[in-house]
């Protein structure tokens, strides 16, 4: 049977792993190839490496650092953050990143979601979503949580599944540094509607919390930082949990 | 130990050499056809779409070259597909070293098949030292069917070939190189072939 999937995120800013609330207020954690090893070892599915600053400052992309994760990880790992061209997810993929994923860039142009779906295939493009509930409607954010656009999270998310997506990942800004839970009802809306598998992040706090993502927020796989970071639910732990009740994992 | 990874215009090939330095093998990635023949080991990786890499495969004469090949060859992933003879993706004509189709799932369940999965029943060289129900790394929208081949299953929409072997040639639908542990004992199990 195919496996939930656990993600630890791992924010980068200068080549640091970071952890901010609320997208603010930012601490160092930690190496993150190291950490990364370390997630692996502990039974982590899969990574994501998301350089925080890339979007807006328009940094020069983090490829050494990708080569080096590429070098040192057993498992699947995507990268996020200032890819506003084919060419940089080119770079990335030949520093041997699994997949990107593609955030503000392809909300300003979605033709490149088809560009880089049709250049290197739909498993290797990750459309990450970060949106906000407002009034009762998904609203999507770019930049980083900082810019609101005409856009809403199910009609957005269909919408880059037809061009190529491979996966979304939905971010609920009103639970990511809460750890009050996930989004499980605007989750499950989209697992229902998309053909493609969903990740879910923004909220968790318990294990429970991962439970709840996969039974009623029919999550293909959970994303979380700050409980990895800090040790709070170790993965192995988590994952004994979630066997515990029922829930195929690793 | 003399690995060669081939070289072609498809992606995840760092992956695979970045595996093989962890396990302390220096492979060389070349498209060089003497090269590939003279090798001791041939791994064909391959994340992409059937009908361009084919193509680019045939114009470069590296489809005869595989099929002509003696010394044990693993193909990964679109390399298995490629292995095998037409596949769904672009109404496409492979290699031919395996006699079967390569189809696309049908939309019954997510698709691409994306995550870990167990391998059921894993049998021959390969698997030496993999226990059945280990979880592999798979990303693939197409599958080959089960049949005399197969040496490992996976169940994912229907039951397809996980991997596959015939003769001097292996295949894997999974990511070796992306499996952890398990992927890593799938590589040296070839490696020691």
């Given at each position: 049977?195919?496996?939930?999937?656990?993600?630890?995120?791992?924010?980068?800013?200068?080549?640091?792993?970071?952890?901010?609330?609320?997208?603010?207020?930012?601490?160092?954690?930690?190496?993150?190839?190291?950490?990364?090893?370390?997630?692996?070892?502990?039974?982590?599915?899969?990574?994501?490496?998301?350089?925080?600053?890339?979007?807006?400052?328009?940094?020069?992309?983090?490829?050494e650092l990708v080569q080096r994760i590429a070098a040192n990880l057993n498992i699947p790992f995507s990268v996020g953050g200032g890819i506003n061209e084919l060419r940089d997810a080119d770079i990335l993929l030949s520093a041997g990143a699994d997949k990107v994923s593609v955030n503000?860039?392809?909300?300003?142009?979605?033709?490149?979601?088809?560009?880089?779906?049709?250049?290197?295939?739909?498993?290797?493009?990750?459309?990450?979503?970060?949106?906000?509930?407002?009034?009762?409607?998904?609203?999507?954010?770019?930049?980083?949580?900082?810019?609101?656009?005409?856009?809403?999270?199910?009609?957005?998310?269909?919408?880059?599944?037809?061009?190529?997506?491979?996966?979304?990942?939905?971010?609920?800004?009103?639970?990511?540094?809460?750890?009050?839970?996930?989004?499980?009802?605007?989750?499950?809306?989209?697992?229902?509607?998309?053909?493609?598998?969903?990740?879910?992040?923004?909220?968790?706090?318990?294990?429970?919390?991962?439970?709840?993502?996969?039974?009623?927020?029919?999550?293909?796989?959970?994303?979380?930082?700050?409980?990895?970071?800090?040790?709070?639910?170790?993965?192995?732990?988590?994952?004994?949990?979630?066997?515990?009740?029922?829930?195929?994992?690793? | 130990?003399?690995?060669v990874i081939i070289k072609y215009n498809a992606g995840n090939i760092r992956s695979v050499d970045f595996a093989l330095k962890r396990m302390g093998i220096e492979a060389e990635i070349t498209d060089d056809i003497q090269r590939i023949y003279a090798a001791k080991k041939v791994i064909?990786?391959?994340?992409?779409?059937?009908?361009?890499?084919?193509?680019?495969?045939?114009?470069?004469?590296?489809?005869?070259?595989?099929?002509?090949?003696?010394?044990?060859?693993?193909?990964?992933c679109l390399g298995q597909q490629l292995m095998c003879e037409w596949s769904e993706e672009g109404n496409t004509d492979c290699i031919g070293i395996f006699d079967q189709p390569v189809l696309k799932f049908p939309p019954q369940d997510k698709v691409p098949h994306m995550g870990w999965?167990?391998?059921?029943?894993?049998?021959?060289?390969?698997?030496?030292?993999?226990?059945?129900?280990?979880?592999?790394?798979?990303?693939?929208?197409?599958?080959?069917?089960?049949?005399?081949?197969?040496?490992?299953?996976?169940?994912?929409?229907?039951?397809?070939?996980?991997?596959?072997?015939?003769?001097?040639?292996?295949?894997?639908?999974?990511?070796?190189?992306?499996?952890?542990?398990?992927?890593?004992?799938?590589?040296?199990?070839?490696?020691?072939?």
């Amino acid at each position: 049977m195919l496996a939930k999937r656990i993600i630890p995120c791992l924010d980068i800013r200068d080549g640091k792993t970071v952890k901010g609330v609320n997208f603010l207020d930012i601490k160092e954690v930690g190496d993150p190839v190291e950490l990364g090893a370390k997630y692996a070892m502990d039974g982590a599915d899969e990574l994501v490496y998301l350089d925080i600053t890339a979007s807006h400052e328009k940094r020069k992309l983090f490829s050494e650092l990708v080569q080096r994760i590429a070098a040192n990880l057993n498992i699947p790992f995507s990268v996020g953050g200032g890819i506003n061209e084919l060419r940089d997810a080119d770079i990335l993929l030949s520093a041997g990143a699994d997949k990107v994923s593609v955030n503000s860039a392809v909300v300003r142009d979605p033709e490149l979601v088809d560009q880089i779906a049709r250049g290197y295939g739909s498993q290797f493009v990750i459309v990450a979503i970060d949106a906000k509930l407002e009034k009762g409607r998904w609203q999507v954010y770019i930049n980083g949580g900082r810019q609101p656009v005409s856009k809403e999270l199910f009609t957005w998310a269909r919408e880059v599944q037809e061009r190529g997506a491979g996966e979304i990942l939905f971010t609920s800004m009103n639970h990511d540094g809460t750890k009050n839970g996930f989004a499980c009802d605007a989750l499950k809306e989209l697992s229902e509607i998309l053909s493609i598998p969903v990740i879910a992040s923004g909220g968790a706090g318990t294990e429970k919390h991962f439970e709840d993502v996969f039974k009623s927020g029919k999550a293909d796989a959970a994303l979380a930082a700050s409980i990895f970071h800090y040790n709070e639910i170790p993965i192995p732990k988590l994952k004994n949990y979630l066997k515990e009740h029922h829930i195929n994992v690793r | 130990m003399d690995v060669v990874i081939i070289k072609y215009n498809a992606g995840n090939i760092r992956s695979v050499d970045f595996a093989l330095k962890r396990m302390g093998i220096e492979a060389e990635i070349t498209d060089d056809i003497q090269r590939i023949y003279a090798a001791k080991k041939v791994i064909f990786p391959g994340v992409g779409e059937a009908s361009g890499t084919m193509k680019y495969l045939m114009e470069n004469g590296l489809d005869k070259v595989l099929k002509r090949l003696s010394q044990p060859v693993l193909g990964i992933c679109l390399g298995q597909q490629l292995m095998c003879e037409w596949s769904e993706e672009g109404n496409t004509d492979c290699i031919g070293i395996f006699d079967q189709p390569v189809l696309k799932f049908p939309p019954q369940d997510k698709v691409p098949h994306m995550g870990w999965n167990q391998l059921l029943n894993p049998v021959g060289p390969l698997f030496k030292n993999v226990q059945e129900g280990a979880y592999a790394y798979f990303v693939h929208s197409y599958y080959v069917p089960v049949c005399d081949d197969t040496v490992a299953e996976c169940d994912y929409i229907n039951r397809f070939s996980a991997a596959m072997h015939k003769n001097n040639f292996y295949a894997t639908q999974f990511h070796p190189e992306k499996s952890g542990e398990t992927g890593q004992r799938v590589l040296e199990n070839f490696i020691s072939l």
